[in-house]
Antibody, heavy 118, light 107 residues
Framework: EVQVVESGGGLVKPGGSLRLSCVAS????????MSWIRQAPGRGLEWVSS????????YYGDSVKGRFTISRDNAKNSLYLQMNSLRAEDTAVYYC???????????WGQGTLVTVSS | AIQMTQSPSSLSASVGDRVTITCRAS??????LGWYQQKRGKVPNLLIY???TLQSGVPSRFSGSGSGTDFTLTISSLQPEDSATYYC?????????FGQGTRLEIK
């Protein structure tokens, strides 16, 4: 069974940093692009970042570019999101998702809540 | 960035109704489009990918069509459990973008 489990969320002050982790199981992690997607309270879904299977290709949304860094450790079946210079508008549930291409994020974690507030 | 515009933003329909939600891309995206269902407080769930391919385990009353810029999600016979918000997504090009969502209420 495919499982994706995020961790690392919490309360952080504006300007602070946080590192999210995602551990995957039940599939060959090192052959899949992985992504972070977020959802602010009461709002829609927003793609944040993606990283290809070999880390050759990395992409960021404009709202996080220069502040967030995505990475992965294929030996540990793990995906990470280092978030720096956090702002109130980064408050959201952050989901880790397997990217199957052609519109298919086919497996999502339960999400981890990040709250940026003083 | 490619903009995805869904319509309507919300709708109310009765059990058994045929429901259609549309998604328009600001430029051609071939068939690189997915549809997602998100029930209140739950994780989004993939319904359709490649514009018209039904994800495994998704009821056959859901179907998708379209290519290029105009896409449609259809629920052939609405069920009470279909109450949710529906999103389209394009991954033809980065940044990946979602539609703003369509909230579907059961009368």
């Amino acid at each position: 069974e495919v499982q994706v489990v995020e961790s690392g969320g919490g309360l952080v002050k504006p300007g602070g940093s946080l590192r999210l982790s995602c551990v995957a199981s039940g599939f060959t992690f090192n052959t899949h692009t992985m992504s972070w997607i977020r959802q602010a309270p009461g709002r829609g879904l927003e793609w944040v970042s993606s990283i290809s299977s070999t880390t050759a290709f990395i992409y960021y949304g404009d709202s996080v570019k220069g502040r967030f860094t995505i990475s992965r450790d294929n030996a540990k079946n793990s995906l990470y999101l280092q978030m720096n210079s956090l702002r109130a508008e980064d408050t959201a549930v952050y989901y880790c998702a397997r990217d199957g291409g052609i519109g298919s994020f086919d497996h999502w974690g339960q999400g981890t809540l990040v709250t940026v507030s003083s | 960035a490619i903009q995805m515009t869904q319509s309507p933003s919300s709708l109310s329909a009765s059990v058994g109704d045929r429901v259609t939600i549309t998604c328009r891309a600001s430029q051609g995206i071939r068939n690189d489009l997915g549809w997602y269902q998100q029930k209140r407080g739950k994780v989004p769930n993939l319904l359709i990918y490649a514009a018209s391919t039904l994800q495994s385990g998704v009821p056959s009353r859901f179907s998708g069509s379209g290519s290029g810029t105009d896409f449609t999600l259809t629920i052939s016979s609405l069920q009470p459990e279909d109450s949710a918000t529906y999103y389209c997504l394009q991954d033809y090009d980065y940044p990946i973008t979602f539609g703003q969502g369509t909230r579907l209420e059961i009368k």
